[in-house]
């Protein structure tokens, strides 16, 4: 593993680097680096979004400007406004010892006149979406004839967005003897059209394999009715009580649509999509990033140039109608050396582009079950224990313990236990009771695993330093099973579950009964709702009301839409906007779940 140091980059940039806290380099940065500054040549870099291509090319763009020139030297292309801005912020933090080095931003949605007048006072590097720097190349406000280096970034996400004529159009007004640098995911026939006509014999460096998903992400999918996919959508949210995604939808319509039954059952939701002015993506993506919202719904198009390190999963509300945006879709998560889940949810007829998909990226997906009751009120319960646990005790309580103290007397602990824990289970409890199975069981999931399996509770989680990846690792060795026999490993914040073949539960509560990690014991246990082939026949099955909708947490048999929800709720474009239906907070599951996590 080579350090920053290794790769001949100066020393003002050795400076900005461990001012950022970067300690040493990924792998697309310890190949194209050294290239990049000790060669003057054309580069072809395949790697996955989240892998640190920006200072791959950053770091030797910069070192090469000749500062004391104010000519725009270097051109880089990205495909949206919100991948241009966080290049062009990026690039002046790595550039921050450089005097005199300037970089501007050029997009759309902003003054056209204010971002000439930057370029005027002097700008080395430009960085520009393609449609706003072709109106400004055809209007004369920017001179791009004598540049030295042009990066394509995301190359292969700007073509698909159709940016191919703008593309090409752009590159005939820069001299040929500049060095292109184009750094792209995958490399469809679009990308090479490009590479072959506008650069001279490029080194190719690749990180995996050409348009493979990172190993750092894991693939489920989940099949279901299509009628049940909102339904399902919801299921995987509520047991996944920490989940901070992007949803992805093909159309603008059904982005929309799925925010706004989001907000309207109670979830910190939003959209994004073409449709929303500047002012309104602007204001989203920023409560995104502060986690004001957990779930972002968004369109292909849309949600390219998300670059949010902590996304915990991906869910595909929709395949994408090409099977290479499935790359970028799931790249979203698992950046940064972080690991992350991306979740599909398909009918009975999409399950063979499962099989595709799994060419492409070179990974298997798993199949999983849509958590029936039981298994979401469990995890909802042992989250609300954690969450209690880790308070910090406010002492301002201590006056009025003498009177609480008194009102419970003569409770034993389990009984106050039991009290406590129920004023939020049974919120669960009464919402998920009698919910009908959501999951498709027909001949076409045939590739699957059915087999019969126990499902555990593990003491340990994410903060105990395990994901899924981490935690399957342990079970595998410390259970001495093969690959596949540890299998549905999911990872909360404190506990985790795990699956493994039924005829092998006694070894495995055998092997964890005086069992400790650390001087810690853990404490393994069989869950009350194992999931095997019975699965669907046991917790809180039933029928349901609606057609395909959850109970209320009522009882009276609303339809999903009409269930109660708190007096304000953030609104599909960031904002807050106050419920018609209800002057004041719900009553509804949701609006237990919205006021959990708005806590946070």
């Given at each position: 593993?080579?350090?920053?140091?290794?790769?001949?980059?100066?020393?003002?940039?050795?400076q900005a680097i461990t001012d950022m806290g970067f300690e040493t380099p990924s792998e697309v940065q310890q190949k194209a680096i050294p290239i990049l500054l000790e060669e003057e040549t054309d580069i072809v870099a395949l790697a996955q979004t989240g892998t640190g291509k920006?200072?791959?090319f950053g770091f030797p763009l910069i070192q090469k400007i000749d500062v004391n020139s104010r000519k725009t030297q270097g051109l880089i292309l990205s495909p949206t406004r919100e991948l241009c801005l966080q290049i062009t912020n990026e690039l002046k933090n790595y550039s921050k010892y450089f005097k005199g080095l300037n970089t501007v931003a050029i997009y759309g949605g902003a003054s056209i006149t204010e971002q000439a007048n930057q370029i005027k006072k002097g700008a080395q590097i430009v960085v520009a979406t393609p449609g706003r720097m072709q109106d400004m190349v055809n209007?004369?406000?920017?001179?791009?004839?004598?540049?030295?280096?042009?990066?394509?970034?995301?190359?292969d996400e700007m073509l698909n967005m159709g940016f191919f004529e703008d593309i090409t159009a752009i590159l005939s007004h820069t001299p040929k003897e500049k060095n292109t640098w184009l750094f792209s995911a995958t490399m469809p026939k679009e990308v090479a059209t490009i590479a072959k006509k506008f650069m001279r014999t490029?080194?190719?460096?690749?990180?995996?394999t050409k348009n493979t998903g990172t190993s750092n992400v894991s693939h489920e999918y989940y099949v279901v009715g299509g009628r049940d996919r909102y339904a399902a959508l919801k299921r995987l949210a509520d047991a996944n009580p920490d989940i901070f995604s992007v949803i992805f939808c093909r159309t603008k319509r059904d982005t929309q649509k799925v925010a706004e039954q989001l907000i309207e059952d109670g979830y910190n939701a939003a959209a994004l999509h073409g449709d929303l002015s500047q002012n309104q993506r602007d204001l989203v993506m920023k409560s995104f990033r502060s986690r004001q919202i957990q779930m972002l719904v968004a369109t292909d198009v849309a949600a390219r140039g998300i670059d949010v390190d902590d996304i915990t999963h991906v869910i595909n509300y929709q395949l994408p109608d090409e099977i290479e945006t499935y790359t970028h879709r799931s790249g979203r998560t698992?950046?940064?050396g972080k690991s992350g889940v991306s979740m599909v949810i398909v009918t009975k007829s999409e399950v063979r582009k499962i099989k595709g998909i799994e060419r492409i990226i070179g990974q298997d997906f798993e199949r999983k079950d849509i958590p029936d009751g039981m298994e979401i009120c469990e995890v909802q319960l042992f989250h609300l224990a954690n969450d209690i646990k880790e308070t910090k005790i406010n002492h301002e309580i201590d006056?009025?313990?003498?009177?609480?103290?008194e009102m419970f007397e003569g409770l034993s602990k389990e009984e106050l236990l039991k009290k406590f824990f129920s004023v939020e289970f049974t919120r669960f409890f009464n919402y998920y009771n009698n919910a009908k199975d959501l999951n498709s069981r027909a001949e076409a999931d045939s590739f699957s695993d059915n087999s019969d399996s126990t499902r555990f509770f593990i003491n340990v989680g994410a903060k105990d330093d395990f994901d899924w990846m981490s935690l399957k690792d342990f079970l595998k060795a410390t259970l001495d099973l093969g690959r596949d026999e540890v299998n549905r490993v999911e990872v909360k914040d404190s506990f985790s579950f795990f699956n493994v073949d039924s005829s092998k539960t006694q070894e495995v509560l055998t092997i964890f009964e005086d069992f400790q990690l650390h001087g810690r014991h853990i404490n393994v246990e069989v869950t009350k709702n194992s999931a095997g082939k019975d699965r669907g026949k046991k917790g809180f099955k039933g029928k349901g009301k609606g057609r395909g909708s959850e109970k209320s947490f009522s009882g009276k048999g609303r339809k999903r839409s009409e269930s109660p929800v708190s007096g304000r709720r953030r609104s599909a474009d960031g904002g807050e906007r106050r419920s018609k239906k209800s002057g004041g907070r719900g009553n509804s599951i949701e609006s237990s779940i919205k006021r959990r996590r708005s806590k946070k």
């Open positions: 593993m080579k350090s920053f140091q290794q790769l001949g980059l100066d020393a003002q940039l050795l920006t200072a791959a209007r004369g406000l920017v001179d791009i004839s004598n540049i030295d280096y042009c990066v394509l970034d995301e190359a490029p080194v190719e460096i690749t990180v995996g698992g950046r940064a006056r009025y313990l003498p009177s609480i103290n």
